[in-house]
C-alpha cells in the first residue's frame, strides 16, 4: 500500500510527497535534488539536498539548514510534515492510531497502567484529574494526547526517548524529562534534565505544540524555534 501523505512545505520546492517504501521526496525533478536521510546515530531523519538544490535555495533566500522534516507512522498512516523559517531548530510530529489503544480501554486499570509508564508525577495527577472528569469515550485520547505530545517533543529534540531495558540510542531522553502540561486544548511543554540539555544544546527558546483529532487519528506537532 503506497501510504502518504502532504507535506506543509514552504521551501521553494512544488509537489513534496514523501513515500513510505522509498523513502524518496517526490515530484519528478524533486526526487533528484532532495533525498530523505536519517541520521545514523540519532534516527532523525533531515533532507539531503544536492549542490544544485543547495544553490537554487540559496538564490531564492532560502537557509536549507532551516528545513525540518519530521514523520511517524500508525494504523496504516505515514504522517509526513516538512516546515522551512529562519527561526526553526526542531520540529516533531506524532501520530496515534487511538483503536490500536481503545480496544484495551476497557481492562480495569489499563489506561492508568499505561499512563505510568511514561508520566511523570505532576503528569499522572493531571491525568487523573482530567479521568475523573472527561467522558469514559474520551479516556483513550487522554493518555494518548500526553504520550503523542511526548513523542512529538523528543523528535523535535532530535533525540527520541529511551526505552525500556536499557533499550534505545544513546542520545535517547528519558520520558519523564520531558513533561506535558496541557488543560487539553493548549499546551505547554517542559523540557527537563537530559531534555533540557538537548534543548540548549539545539539553541531552542520558543516551544509550540498542538493537536488535532481527524477520525481515529490523534496527530501532535511539536516546533521548537531559536531565540530570536
Ligand atoms: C523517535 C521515537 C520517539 C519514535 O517513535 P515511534 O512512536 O516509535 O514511531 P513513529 O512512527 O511515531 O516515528 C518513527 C519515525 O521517527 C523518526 N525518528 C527516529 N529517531 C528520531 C529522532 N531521534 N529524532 C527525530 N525523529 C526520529 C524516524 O524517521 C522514524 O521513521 P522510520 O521508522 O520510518 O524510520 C522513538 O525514539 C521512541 O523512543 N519510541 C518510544 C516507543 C515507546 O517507548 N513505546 C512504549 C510506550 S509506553
Redesign the pocket.
Known amino acids: 500500500m503506497r501510504k502518504q501523505a502532504a507535506a506543509a512545505a514552504n521551501i521553494g520546492l512544488h509537489s513534496l510527497i514523501a513515500s513510505?517504501d522509498s523513502?524518496v521526496l517526490g515530484g519528478d525533478r524533486v526526487a533528484d535534488l532532495v533525498r530523505w536521510k536519517?541520521?545514523a546515530n540519532?534516527?532523525?531523519?533531515f533532507l539531503e539536498w544536492s549542490d544544485l538544490s543547495t544553490n537554487e535555495a540559496i538564490a531564492v533566500g532560502l537557509e536549507p539548514f532551516r528545513t525540518h522534516v519530521?514523520?511517524?507512522?500508525?494504523g496504516g498512516l505515514?504522517t509526513v510534515v516538512v516546515a522551512h523559517d529562519e527561526t526553526l531548530v526542531g520540529i516533531?510530529?506524532?501520530?496515534v492510531y487511538l483503536p490500536r489503544i481503545a480496544k484495551r480501554a476497557n481492562r480495569p486499570g489499563y489506561l492508568l497502567r499505561?499512563a505510568s509508564?511514561?508520566a511523570s508525577p505532576i503528569e499522572l495527577d493531571q491525568i487523573r484529574s482530567h479521568l475523573l472528569i472527561s467522558d469514559e469515550a474520551d479516556h483513550t485520547f487522554v493518555i494518548a494526547l500526553y504520550?503523542s505530545l511526548m513523542?512529538a517533543a523528543?523528535?523535535?529534540?532530535?533525540?527520541?526517548?529511551?526505552?525500556?531495558l536499557g533499550m534505545?540510542?544513546s542520545?535517547?531522553v528519558p520520558?519523564r524529562s520531558i513533561e506535558v502540561d496541557t488543560d487539553l486544548q493548549c499546551v505547554c511543554i517542559r523540557f527537563l534534565g537530559p531534555a533540557r540539555d538537548a534543548y540548549d544544546r539545539c539553541r531552542a527558546g520558543t516551544t509550540k505544540a498542538v493537536w488535532s483529532v481527524d477520525g481515529d487519528y490523534l496527530m501532535s506537532l511539536v516546533v521548537l524555534q531559536d531565540c530570536r
Open positions: 513510505a523513502r536519517n541520521n540519532t534516527g532523525r531523519p519530521s514523520n511517524s507512522h500508525d505515514q516533531g510530529i506524532d501520530t499505561l509508564m511514561f504520550f513523542e523528543s523528535k523535535a529534540l532530535g533525540v527520541g526517548l529511551r526505552m525500556g534505545g540510542r542520545a535517547s520520558k
